[in-house]
């Protein structure tokens, strides 16, 4: 269970005549309660989250950003400590999302609209020396393995995982397939980044696991390991092109109808999604600036959400 969380006090900005009709106050539901926004780890589903909470707040809601750990934020979504998550990817839930969901604790919203993958990639120029690439059969090569290793990792090739506290299947495919690779999960995402720009810099091989869409696959050419066939198509055998929902606590279009309503139309694009994670990690503007600028320029998108919930 989530036990302390850090907040990130903002405001409500209510729309001109909003406020005055009481049959539109009984749509908006507890509009003066703050709905709690999860803010997960990486910084797409941080644009995500406060994008959905910047409407909502021109819909005259207030919003609230609630930092949290992918896997644990799902208890929170159950206990109604935190109200929504927008960006969740169903390829790495853990275990508690699919108990809490059956129980009727957390309700699905649908598809957040990104087009993703997710899966295994290398620097490109390993083609050239594991010509087997982008076949996964080349990690049976010993002499393709042999230049992945390191000395933590002899006689085994090193494969960077994502950091532990996101989880992944990497090692068990790697184990149902006898790769003769060790599972190292990295640090953070920007220890992925830094070790996939080093590899490209100094030509020194990698093979990392990664997704898709992110910034750093436009700065770096990369290719896309063509996986084997799946053991069973559970999630910790397989790896396939993820969806990627809204989730909201169960109690939340009672609480706040127009709101559920709006959250049930909300989409982002990847290739929207994309710019403003280029904007953010790569060139320091802030999450606030650029969610905002996003908000203001492209209000065709998102009014019509806001109109059709409340109206």
């Known amino acids: 269970m989530l036990k302390k969380y850090v907040t990130v006090a903002v405001s409500a ?30 910084t797409g589903a941080q644009i995500s989250s406060q994008i959905a909470g910047k409407i909502l707040e021109k ?44 129980a009727g604790k957390v309700e ?8 993703t993958n997710e899966g295994w990639i290398y620097p490109k120029f390993m083609e050239e020396i594991c010509p087997a690439l982008p076949s996964w059969e080349a990690l049976k090569d010993p002499a393709c393995v042999g230049l992945l290793a390191t000395p933590d990792t002899l006689p085994n090739g090193r494969f960077l995982d994502y950091p532990a506290d996101w989880g992944s299947r990497a090692a068990t ?51 896309w390991i063509e996986m084997p066939v799946c ?21 939340f279009a009672g609480k706040w109808p127009a709101a559920y309503q709006i959250l ?4 982002l694009s990847t290739e929207d999604q994309q710019k403003m994670m280029l904007a953010i990690d790569e060139k320091g503007q802030s ?15 998102w009014r019509p959400w806001v109109d059709a919930a409340l109206n």
């Open 13 to 42: 900005l209510a729309l001109a005549g909003l406020t005055s009709a009481p049959v539109m106050a009984a749509e908006m539901g507890a509009a003066g309660e703050p709905i709690k926004l999860a803010m997960l780890e990486w």
């Open 59 to 102: 819909a005259g809601y207030k919003a609230e950003y609630v930092t949290a750990g992918n896997y644990p934020h799902f208890q929170g979504l159950a206990d109604g400590e935190i109200s929504a998550s927008v960006e969740i990817w169903l390829n790495n839930v853990g275990e508690v999302y699919p108990k809490v969901l059956a």
């Open 108 to 115: 699905d919203l649908g598809t957040l609209g990104l087009k």
């Open 173 to 223: 495919i790697i184990a149902d397939n006898n790769l003769p690779l060790t599972a190292v999960p990295s640090g953070s995402e920007g220890a992925m980044l830094s070790e996939l720009r080093a590899a490209e810099a100094a030509r020194t091989p990698l093979v990392m696991m990664f997704w898709a869409p992110h910034f750093i696959l436009a700065e770096v050419e990369v290719g």
């Open 231 to 251: 053991v069973d198509q559970s999630n910790e055998h397989c790896i396939m092109p993820p969806d990627v929902n809204k989730v909201v606590w169960s109690g």
């Open 264 to 267: 049930k139309d909300f989409r």
């Open 287 to 301: 999450l606030d600036a650029v969610t905002t600028a996003w908000v203001d320029e492209n209000e065709a998108i």
